[in-house]
């Protein structure tokens, strides 16, 4: 960022006044531009034993598999969001129930919240969406493990699996960590009962 949207004055990154953080601020106008974390939200699109998955058109990650998320929109709620994003993705009619909310992962290094709800499809019809090569429902054993796109899905679809057997569904928070060499270290911080 080199000029503001305000008043095309000059931009500086610093600390500002009463605030503890580098941030992008004016020169001219005196506005300061906060960045915030990006919300991903997303499902996971339940029939009888199998779970919906996308394979990935777009980078990152193009051609592994995942579950249908994406960027929380302006205006819209963490059910919208997800919704509009299996119906985008994965070309599926779901619904949430009032329980759905299923798993938290904050991953401060890039700025990002996962936020993934469980779903039950409404039908079989679905097709793969602008960002998807294809889409295929999955029992556990059947899921290609070794190309799971991201860590947060892998570790959400092994923990869904886990209570399926348990018909115990709490919710979970994670932490996300990655090492100079980008492996992912995720850690439970909480679990409702």
């Known amino acids: 960022m080199k000029f503001c949207q ?8 610093h600390i500002p006044a009463g605030d503890d953080k580098l941030r992008y601020c004016c020169l001219s106008c ?13 499902t996971i699109p339940v029939s009888g034993n199998k779970v919906l998955l996308c394979r990935r058109a777009i980078q990152p990650r193009q051609g592994l598999w995942t579950l249908p998320a994406g960027f929380m929109e302006n205006g819209e709620t963490t059910w919208q969001g997800a919704i509009r994003e299996t119906q985008e993705e994965a070309g599926a009619s779901i619904t949430l129930e009032q329980d759905s909310l299923y798993s938290v992962f904050n991953l ?3 700025n990002q919240v996962y936020l993934f709800f469980r779903a039950r499809l409404d039908n079989l019809d679905f097709a793969p969406g602008a960002e998807s090569l294809e ?7 059947e ?6 796109a991201f860590a947060v899905v892998k ?7 886990k209570d399926v057997s348990t018909q115990r569904y709490p919710v979970r928070m ?15 911080i909480s679990e409702s009962i």
């Open 143 to 148: 899921i290609p493990w070794q190309e799971i």
């Open 108 to 110: 401060p290094n890039i």
């Open 30 to 42: 005196d506005v300061v531009f906060y960045q915030n974390p990006n919300n991903i939200v997303g």
């Open 135 to 141: 889409v295929k429902l999955f029992t556990e054993e």
């Open 155 to 161: 570790t959400t679809l092994e923990q869904f699996f």
């Open 174 to 188: 994670y932490d996300v960590t990655y090492s100079p060499e980008r492996k992912a270290a995720i850690t439970l």
């Open 6 to 13: 305000h008043c095309a004055g000059p931009i500086t990154h």
